[in-house]
């Protein structure tokens, strides 16, 4: 497997706990990858809905190539929606995809206001986390 074009990269592995996406966050990480390892608690059924945005800026009269906007715009529970976040960072730092930027913002944000609110969702909001150097990706029961 060849190493990114982009050191600031992060590729998003689902169902990461076993299988294929545990062999898949396995060969990325082998590979010098940076990856983000999500799975979900197949007996709580989680779910949110959401679109990971990334976008040059406008600069006159064309797009900037070094200046953008990262978004993510979600809801939750996926299932019975109740509430919708969008998150948008104008200029990041470093990082500039929406799934490296925004996502953990609304990720924050929407669990902060399923539970100030009460509302029950269909599914547990923690991710699996991502294993360090040497570490087995583990399932998040």
Known sequence: MAKPAAKDRVTLVTGAASGIGLATVERLLDAGWKVAALDRDESALASVAGKIGTAHKPDHGGYAADKYVSS???LAPASAPRLVVAVMIDEPLGQYYGGAVAAPVFAQVMQGALRMLEVAHDAPLEPLAVPG??????ENT
């Open 72 to 74: 993510f715009v979600g």
């Open 133 to 138: 150097e040497g570490e087995e990706a583990k």
